[in-house]
């Protein structure tokens, strides 16, 4: 059963740990892992996001070798998981996807490592996602999201709050988290 939520891994604007905006690169554990999250958590679609040729190269390979290489006979639940997965330029370019897909543009919900004023909590977001309208979830990779990416989404989720002050996640970890969260059975 497939939902009308999707998922983008951006990694272009993000910024490094200088605060520089900046193309992280993509990890190739990344796209499997999370493929197999969305398609566990009946997420519709999953995006990779980057501006860059060869890395987009790169996920093209990941997602051939799984889909008619040897890998599909190898692996079918991951060739299952790899066929929600499309590589686009950029964000907007995914919401443009999803608009032409499902008829309308989805509402934004960035995910961060810290609060904002737009914040919400995870129950609210749940009871927001029972709604039949598009939704895109948002993970930055790097040091997080370029700010207009923040400023411009309708939703920002609270933060994953640990028991310290460390708080730097893996990106898979983290939309394993908050796919639960928001998605898993209660």
Same mark, same amino acid.
């Given at each position: 059963? &497939? ?5 983008? %891994? ?22 499997? @892992? ?7 958590? /009946? ?12 890395? &987009?190269?790169?996920? #093209?390979?990941?997602?051939? =070798? !799984?889909?008619? #290489? =040897?890998?599909? +006979? ?22 443009? @996807?999803?608009? @032409? ?19 919400? #909590?995870? +129950?609210?977001?749940?009871?927001? %996602?029972?709604? /039949? ?9 790097? !040091? ?16 994953? +709050? #640990? ?15 908050? /796919? @639960? ?6």
């Amino acid at each position: 059963m &497939q939902s009308n939520i999707h998922l983008a %891994l951006v990694h272009f604007p993000v910024y490094n740990k200088a605060k520089e905006i900046v193309s992280s690169s993509v990890t190739t554990l990344d796209v499997h @892992d999370i493929a197999r999250i969305c398609r566990t958590f /009946a997420i519709d679609s999953f995006y990779v996001v980057t501006p860059l040729k060869t890395q &987009q190269e790169l996920v #093209g390979k990941i997602i051939d =070798h !799984w889909l008619t #290489g =040897h890998g599909a +006979e190898y692996n079918p639940t991951r060739k299952e998981a790899l066929l929600l997965t499309r590589i686009k330029n950029s964000l907007q370019d995914v919401v443009e @996807d999803i608009r @032409d897909r499902c008829g309308q543009a989805p509402k934004t919900v960035i995910t961060a490592a810290k609060s904002y004023p737009q914040s919400i #909590g995870y +129950e609210s977001m749940r009871q927001k %996602l029972q709604k /039949a309208e598009p939704t895109l979830l948002v993970f930055g990779t790097g !040091w997080g999201l370029e700010k207009s990416i923040i400023q411009r989404a309708d939703f920002v989720l609270s933060p994953i +709050e #640990g028991r310290s002050d460390f708080n730097h996640l893996p990106v898979r970890a983290a939309i394993a988290i908050i /796919a @639960d969260r928001l998605l898993g059975n209660r």
